[in-house]
Structure formats: structure tokens, C-alpha cells
Nanobody
Framework: QVQLVESGGGSVQAGGSLRLSCAAS????????VGWFRQAPGKEQEGVAF????????VYVDSVKGRFTISRGNAENTVYLQMDTLNPEDTAVYYC?????????????????????WGQGTQVTVSS
């Protein structure tokens, strides 16, 4: 059974940075897409960033382009989300997700229903 455990959330002032980490365990397939969703109070969940195993397909929601960076650790069982120039609209619970892919360079889906492994979520609060 796949387990995803997030860490690194917290409170920061606008313009600051945070780095989220996600440690994956129990995954036995060779390829996957990993990513982050977020849910702000009163809003629908939103896909933030996704990355395939090969690292050649990295996608971001428009609102975070140029500010957030998704990456994998050297062992590929850790995923990071570097968040810079944070603003209050980034306040949300952030969830790490994983999708079993058919190839190393697969296009990553952006729909919630495609991801069957989710972390417990970590709160990010940005104050103005």
C-alpha cells in the first residue's frame, strides 16, 4: 500500500518562501506521476504542479508559474514543492498525490480522479 507523508507547511508572510516535502513508501511500479493539489477554505481542490518520472513533463497551474517549483529527490521517493513569493491566495491545505504511469515520460494527468494515492495534507498559511 502506497503511503504519502507531507511535511514543511506552516505560516509565512507574503513574499516569503516555504518548501513542502512528500515522502513516498510502498510504491512498487517503475513509473509514476507525482504532484500537489491544494484546497483553500470554501474553494474546490486545485491541481498545482505535476511531474513524471523522467522529469521532462512538469506542469503548473497558471497562478503559480514562475513562483513554485516541483522536483524529486535523488532517491526519487521524495517529492518537493518549493514555493517562493507566496501571497495570501496561496493559503490552503496542500496534498501530495501519486499516479501510476505507463512510461517514464508519460504526460501527467491534472484531474483529481486520476490520482488514487493522497497524503494527509499540510497547511500553508500566508499572511498579508
Amino acid at each position: 500500500q502506497v503511503q504519502l507523508v507531507e511535511s514543511g507547511g506552516g505560516s509565512v508572510q507574503a513574499g516569503g518562501s516555504l518548501r513542502l516535502s512528500c515522502a513516498a513508501s510502498g510504491y512498487t511500479y517503475p513509473w509514476n506521476c507525482v504532484g500537489w493539489f491544494r484546497q483553500a477554505p470554501g474553494k474546490e481542490q486545485e491541481g498545482v504542479a505535476f511531474m513524471n518520472t523522467g522529469g521532462n513533463n512538469t506542469v503548473y497551474v497558471d497562478s503559480v508559474k514562475g513562483r513554485f517549483t516541483i522536483s524529486r529527490g535523488n532517491a526519487e521517493n521524495t517529492v518537493y514543492l518549493q514555493m517562493d513569493t507566496l501571497n495570501p491566495e496561496d493559503t490552503a491545505v496542500y496534498y501530495c498525490v501519486l499516479h501510476t504511469a505507463r512510461s517514464r515520460f508519460a504526460d501527467c494527468p491534472r484531474e483529481q480522479r486520476a490520482y488514487n494515492s493522497w497524503g494527509q495534507g499540510t497547511q500553508v498559511t500566508v499572511s498579508s
